[in-house]
Nanobody
């Protein structure tokens, strides 16, 4: 079992910043890709950003230049620094991790989500 715990969401005014964190724990052997996704009311879940164990990153066009994803492999933790937030960034943000357990099984785990609300 692999658990993900997110923190750092909240309410911020447009133009402000927030930093999300997500720590993975459990029977982890290695984590390949960690990422952030979001789901706004009435919309499907969408990719925000991902990062590989080696540090290769991928961003959605809507957040490029404003958000930065990073990770600490020693802590099995991924971060999302969000700057220049806009009301359209309002959503529940979910952490995702994909890797291998100590029993040599693959996992694809999700956090419980953290609310980010940007007021205009």
């Amino acid at each position: 079992q692999v658990q993900l715990v997110e923190s750092g969401g909240g309410l911020v005014q447009a133009g402000g910043s927030l930093r999300l964190s997500c720590a993975a724990s459990g029977s982890i052997f290695s984590i390949n890709t960690m990422g952030w996704y979001r789901q706004a009311p009435g919309k499907t879940r969408e990719l925000v950003a991902t990062i590989t164990r080696g540090g290769n990153t991928n961003y959605s066009d809507s957040v490029k230049g404003r958000f930065t994803i990073s990770r600490d492999n020693t802590k099995n933790t991924v971060y999302l620094q969000m700057n220049s937030l806009q009301p359209e960034d309002t959503a529940v943000y979910y952490c995702n991790a994909r890797g291998t357990t100590i029993w040599v099984q693959t996992f694809d785990s999700w956090g419980q989500g953290t609310q980010v609300t940007v007021s205009s």
